[in-house]
């Protein structure tokens, strides 16, 4: 009997230090608000164009609702294991769909990362870490997109006015002058570095190919990536670059070689942290001619008082819609009042704009502006 009980502690003692060695979390947000949205465009001939409309729930909202699972595992002698699968919600409707910030980027991953119903795939992966890193792989965020939240005030928000939503339609849609990265990425391997004296090293790596019917008409992509980032103390500074190469049957296709250059910054001095941004980003056709080629720099602060944060925004730059073209004027605002009624609840009011002048081209629109205003609630679990 003695026995018996001791063999029963002995197993409950295994069983409860096997599940203190494991840990799964379930967290999500849900964000639902009322957008206005207005485009204003000018053509060659001075001819004017205005388009307004409203809507709620879906990207009217200052975040993307989502629904997440994360969880790890100690495997012992200093090795872990790890996961991450999260959906991001449509909470409006079923029927209508969503764009992502570079629908007009082709990628192989675009299945994923450019339209959405009710469910969006955002995160599918596995990981395994140690003393010399952690290894990561599956659809996961890219690397450059840590240089984009370092040095944005807005923290990759959804309103437009800053460096990371700019990308008015300047014609057709070749001319596009959005950001050239995927916000996430099907098929990488991630490898993150050990925090050496403040800095964090994120390598990346995709391979991924689509056969349409047969194997001739084969559409390939390659991605490369990478982000350096060092903290110390109140400053961080995060530098990231991705490059992706598309082919059809082994030939370039247009908009077939996205390349995105982002150096971030932020500060913080206590009464307020102020972000600074710099970014290059460009396309090409599939006869490696450059096109929607932006060079945008961007500066923000933040200033808290009391539950309430202020946020401002101001961007300048260049766009050209294709190589040899006279450049436009790129420029942007976007302000923001945060009001934190709970440590996981916040109420927003959110107003942006930017713009592209000074086109002189028979075949773009000269000029085009977009102004954009929504209120909202966030609310973290």
């Known amino acids: 009997m003695k026995k018996s009980l001791l063999a029963l502690a002995a197993m409950g003692a295994f069983v409860g230090a096997a599940h203190a060695q494991s840990s799964v979390t379930v967290y999500g947000i849900l964000d639902v608000g009322y957008n206005s949205f207005t485009t204003d465009t ?83 992966n596995v990981s395994l870490g140690g003393s010399f890193g952690t ?41 596009v002058a959005a950001k050239q990265n995927n916000d996430r990425s099907d098929r990488l391997i991630t490898y993150t570095s050990p925090n050496v004296s403040g800095f964090v090293l994120n390598l990346q790596y995709g391979d991924g190919k689509t056969d349409v019917a047969t194997v001739s008409a084969a559409n390939r992509q390659t991605e490369l990536g990478a982000s350096l980032n060092y903290t110390a103390g109140p400053l961080q500074v995060t530098a990231g670059y991705l490059s992706e190469k598309l082919t059809l049957t082994g030939a370039n296709i247009n908009n077939g070689q996205p390349q995105q250059l982002v150096l971030g910054a932020n500060y913080d001095f206590k009464v307020a942290k ?52 006279d450049s436009g004027k790129a420029s942007g605002v976007q302000v923001g009042a945060l009001y934190n009624l709970s440590k996981r609840t916040m109420a927003y009011g959110v107003y942006g704009q930017d713009k592209i002048t000074d086109l002189n081209t028979s075949t773009v629109n000269k000029e085009v502006g977009r102004s954009n205003f929504g209120i909202g609630i966030r609310h973290t679990f």
């Open 274 to 325: 102020a972000f600074a941004l710099a970014t290059s980003g460009s396309n090409k056709t599939a006869a490696d001619v450059k096109q929607n080629q932006r060079d945008i720099y961007e500066i923000g602060v933040s200033v808290p008082v009391g539950a309430m944060v202020f946020n401002v925004s101001g961007l300048m730059g260049t766009y050209t819609p294709v190589e040899g073209a």
């Open 42 to 124: 000018t053509d060659a001939s001075n001819v004017k164009t205005s388009i307004s409309q409203t809507s709620t729930g879906k990207t009217s909202s200052y975040t993307s609702s989502r629904l997440g699972f994360r969880g790890t595992e100690d495997l012992g002698k200093g090795l872990r294991a790890g996961f991450n699968y999260e959906l991001g919600i449509g909470q409006n409707d079923a029927t209508q769909t969503m764009t992502g910030n570079n629908a007009a980027q082709t990628t192989v991953d675009s299945n994923f990362g450019n339209t959405m119903n009710t469910f969006i795939l955002r995160q599918a």
């Open 135 to 175: 290894i990561t792989l599956g659809r996961q965020t890219t690397a450059v997109e840590n240089a984009w939240g370092t040095g944005d005030v807005g923290g990759a928000n959804n309103f437009i006015g800053r460096a990371y939503t700019f990308g008015p339609t300047v014609a057709a849609a070749t001319y």
